[in-house]
C-alpha cells in the first residue's frame, strides 16, 4: 500500500468521512485560488514555452490548457501541506463534519463503517 493510500486510510479510521470531505474541501479551494491568481496576474504558459521554444506538442498543450495544468501541477506541489493542515485541524472539526456527512452517507447506502463503528464501541 502506497503512503498516501495509508494516510487517507489512517484519517478514515481516526476521523471517519470528515478527513476525506476536508481534504476535498482543501484540495479544490487551492486548486481554484491558484487557477484564479495564476489568471488574474495573466500568466500565459503558452507564450513562455514559444519564448523558450519548445516542442511543438508543449505548445500546442500549453495553448489548449496552460493554466489548468500549471495549477494542477502547483496544487500537486502544495499536497503535503494540506496533508499538514488537515491533521491539524480534524480533530476540531471532525465531529461537525460527520454530524452533517453521516446521514447523508446513510442516505446513498454507505452504512457499512457505521455498524463496524457500532460493534467497536461495544
Not at 500500500?1 to 489512517?10: C, F, G, I, K, T
Not at 491558484?34 to 488574474?40: M, R
Not at 506538442?57 to 494542477?72: C, E, F, Q, R
Request: glycine share 6%.
Amino acid at each position: 500500500m502506497s503512503n498516501l493510500a495509508q494516510v487517507l486510510e489512517n484519517l478514515n479510521e481516526r476521523h471517519g468521512p470528515a478527513g476525506i470531505i476536508l481534504l476535498q474541501i482543501l484540495g479544490w479551494t487551492t486548486f481554484f485560488v491558484i487557477h484564479y491568481s495564476l489568471v488574474s496576474y495573466g500568466v500565459d504558459p503558452a507564450q513562455l514555452a514559444r519564448k523558450n521554444q519548445l516542442n511543438g506538442n508543449v505548445i500546442w498543450v500549453a495553448d489548449k490548457a496552460g493554466v489548468v495544468i500549471v495549477s494542477y501541477i502547483i496544487n500537486r506541489l502544495l499536497a503535503p501541506f494540506r496533508f499538514a493542515l488537515a491533521k491539524a485541524l480534524l480533530p476540531f472539526v471532525a465531529p461537525q463534519i460527520n454530524s452533517i456527512a453521516r446521514p447523508m452517507l446513510r442516505k446513498l447506502g454507505f452504512s457499512k463503517g457505521d455498524k463496524e463503528e457500532e460493534r467497536k464501541r461495544k
